[in-house]
T-cell receptor, first 112, second 110 residues
Framework: GAGVSQTPSNKVTEKGKYVELRCDPISGHTALYWYRQSLGQGPEFLIYFQGTGAADDSGLPNDRFFAVRPEGSVSTLKIQRTERGDSAVYLC??????????FGSGTRLTVV | SQQGEEDPQALSIQEGENATMNCSYKTSINNLQWYRQNSGRGLVHLILIRSNEREKHSGRLRVTLDTSKKSSSLLITASRAADTASYFC??????????FGKGTRLSVIA
């Protein structure tokens, strides 16, 4: 597609539930990034894929968070046993040469 | 953790005035970029400056980089109400993910 697409745009879930957030990067972009942004803060790095493999997952806060990119295109961020502190906007970005990143509009996750 | 620190945290100016935002960072970098964000959603890339460059222009935007002071500034000239947004600096070490600051919230009053 023309841009990075993230679905859903909004997700409300109950504490303890499992959620999946999807990212469709720009076609042909090999690098894909997930960030998390809390209100009034800058985006916080979570994980970075180069192709199908996670090149850097040092930003994942704990083992409840996991992300996959099985075919080197679409990526899914998975959060198990959600907690209220997981509420944030989750941003996905992709890039071709690893310099300028194109961001999606984000998924606003609210854990109640 | 966040490498960059923007200053000021918030800025309010009249339309037509210039807006200057500063960014300081902690470690050596390959590139520094500025992004803009409206309404807390997707970020839009504005400009990239490499570590061996000192100044760059794009339309009404002017970015400077001082690697000895580990700082950068973004100047928006002749501001418009539509420039109201949050502005973030982001750094990378080359083939590493971007690390963002906390941002400056700019309000341009018509």
């Amino acid at each position: 597609g023309a841009g990075v697409s993230q679905t859903p745009s909004n997700k409300v879930t109950e504490k303890g539930k499992y959620v999946e957030l999807r990212c469709d990067p720009i076609s042909g972009h090999t690098a894909l990034y997930w960030y998390r942004q809390s209100l009034g803060q800058g985006p916080e790095f979570l994980i970075y894929f180069q192709g199908t493999g996670a090149a850097d997952d040092s930003g994942l806060p704990n083992d409840r968070f996991f992300a996959v990119r099985p075919e080197g295109s679409v990526s899914t961020l998975k959060i198990q046993r959600t907690e209220r502190g997981d509420s944030a906007v989750y941003l996905c970005a992709s890039s071709l040469l690893g310099l300028v990143a194109t961001f999606g509009s984000g998924t606003r996750l609210t854990v109640v | 953790s966040q490498q960059g620190e923007e200053d000021p945290q918030a800025l309010s100016i009249q339309e037509g005035e210039n807006a200057t935002m500063n960014c300081s960072y902690k470690t050596s970098i390959n590139n520094l970029q500025w992004y803009r964000q409206n309404s807390g959603r997707g970020l839009v890339h504005l400009i990239l400056i490499r570590s061996n460059e000192r100044e760059k222009h794009s339309g009404r935007l002017r970015v400077t980089l001082d690697t000895s002071k580990k700082s950068s500034s973004l100047l928006i000239t002749a501001s418009r109400a539509a420039d109201t947004a949050s502005y973030f600096c982001a750094t990378d070490l080359g083939n590493t993910p971007l690390v963002f600051g906390k941002g400056t919230r700019l309000s341009v009053i018509a």
